[in-house]
């Protein structure tokens, strides 16, 4: 698949914001960053800003701050072959061909190179949940198959993640799993592989993943069954993956506005005011990646919640990461969401 790189390329002076914007618009997770006379200075991919951001920097803040100015490139001479072989040595998800003068001729991208080798992470979908906030709608009908763009919407985000290249699934049943297992079967009609986990009892996204029927052999992928998103989930785990990480947390940027003006004191003293302030903080958006050592600790049958999981990480010392997402996302978990999905969903998966 060829690109065109044009979208993607800002001036050095670009703002992180800019950015953002020109990474968006061509669709290829990068935007290159070029000099006056158009040769390329630096590169800065989502996972550039995503650690710029969580480093405490301002969207408006110079792009300087979070490019890389050692870009990895290809003489186009040496050709598209090159580039992908660079890719493939070099783990990497795009590779410029530039001239003599530095200035960019095309881009190799990592699309050219997915599904030589079929992708075989392991996705995990909770889908046992008893979905109280929307009764009566889950009265007769398990949360994951609540109808969005005419099918359920765990059938939705099953095919983006077919889509993506994934073919390997398990689902962790319970509320009214018979629907969900008659609905998916063996997978076989969507070419692709799907067992499941049955909990008798309530276990908690963590606790669930100790009755899998084997246990992966690599990073694998853990969602609540509720979620839709755009994600391309190959970059959450090149991400894992690279930071050497045993777990890794996807988060959204929530922000809400204080209805009040803040004082700001010194001991009893008054020394500002802030009118109703914006605050934002980094939430759980129910995706993770996990590192197959990871199991030696959750206990086999004991409830454990994904984040006390986290904890246990962090209290053992493990590297745990958060990514991100800046992704299309909704947690349907009340009425309201899931008719905002079913508004959305042409928009974004149709």
């Not at 969005?148 to 889509?163: A, F, H, T």
């Not at 018979?178 to 986990?197: A, N, P, R």
């Not at 109703?276 to 206990?299: C, M, R, T, W």
């Amino acid at each position: 698949m060829q690109v065109n790189f044009n979208t993607a390329c800002i001036p050095e002076n670009s703002t992180i914001r800019e950015a953002m914007i020109a990474i968006d618009r061509g669709g290829i997770q990068l935007a290159l960053v070029l000099d006056a006379d158009r040769r390329l200075i630096a590169t800065v991919t989502d996972g550039d800003i995503r650690r710029g951001l969580l480093s405490g920097l301002n969207i408006e803040a110079p792009i300087s701050h979070v490019m890389n100015r050692q870009p990895i490139a290809v003489s186009a001479s040496a050709g598209r072959a090159a580039a992908r072989l660079m890719m493939r040595e070099k783990r990497l998800h795009h590779v410029p061909l530039i001239d003599s003068e530095r200035r960019i001729v095309d881009l190799a991208w990592v699309d050219e190179i997915i599904g030589l080798e079929p992708n075989k992470t392991r996705i995990v979908l909770m889908a046992g949940g008893l979905g109280k906030r929307l009764r009566p709608l889950t009265d007769s009908v398990p949360k994951p198959m609540l109808q969005v763009g005419n099918r359920p919407l765990i059938e939705v985000m099953i095919q983006n993640l077919i889509d993506q290249g994934f073919s390997r699934f398990t689902l962790a049943v319970n509320y009214l799993s018979e629907m969900i297992e008659q609905h998916f079967g063996d997978g076989s009609q969507l070419g692709v592989e799907i067992d499941y986990i049955h909990e008798k009892e309530r276990m908690g996204t963590a606790g669930a993943l100790s009755l899998m029927h084997q246990w992966p052999d690599s990073p694998f992928v853990v969602m609540n069954g509720d979620l839709l998103t755009s994600l391309r989930f190959e970059q959450m785990l090149r991400f894992h993956v690279e930071e050497k990480s045993l777990a890794t947390m996807g988060t959204r940027e929530f922000s809400m506005q204080v209805p009040y003006g803040v004082i700001q004191t010194e001991n009893d003293r008054l020394v500002g005011i802030e009118e109703k302030p914006n605050q934002s903080f980094h939430v759980n958006a129910g995706i993770y990646i996990l590192s197959p050592s990871i199991v030696d600790l959750i206990e086999t049958g004991v409830p454990l919640d994904m984040p006390d999981l986290f904890l246990r990480a962090l209290r053992r010392g493990e590297v745990t990461t958060v990514y991100p997402i800046r992704d299309y996302w909704i947690d349907i978990g009340r009425s309201e969401d899931l008719d905002r999905a079913r508004t959305e969903f042409q928009t974004v998966f149709g």
